[in-house]
């Protein structure tokens, strides 16, 4: 059984940081691109960033480009997302989703406010 975790959403300030991780199990991971998608309140699902199955190819949507990484170890199944200078408009509930076939995990929440 596929299982996508997310963990390390919170509560932060603007300007601060925050890193969220994935952890995949029941699936051969490198053979995955994986990526993370955001949803706020009232909003469409949207693509944050993605990473290639090797983690050399890397992209990101205009909004956070310059502000999120995404990144990956293939040893630990794992991929990740660094979150610098948040915004307020940055909150919203992240997810992984593993592709293809397409597996998504459950979401962390991450809310920026003063």
């Known amino acids: 059984q596929v299982q996508l975790v997310e963990s390390g959403g919170g509560l932060v300030q603007p300007g601060g940081s925050l890193r969220l991780s994935c952890i995949a199990s029941g699936l051969t991971f490198s053979t995955y691109s994986m990526s993370w998608y955001r949803q706020a309140p009232g909003k469409e699902r949207e693509l944050v960033a993605s990473?290639?199955?090797?983690?050399?190819?890397?992209s990101y949507t205009g909004s956070v480009k310059g502000r999120f990484t995404i990144s990956r170890d293939n040893a630990k199944n794992s991929v990740y997302l660094k979150m610098n200078s948040l915004k307020p408009e940055d909150t919203a509930v992240y997810y992984c989703k593993a592709t293809w076939p397409e597996y998504w995990g459950q979401g962390t929440q991450v809310t920026v406010t003063a």
């Open positions: 990473i290639s199955r090797s983690g050399t190819s890397t």
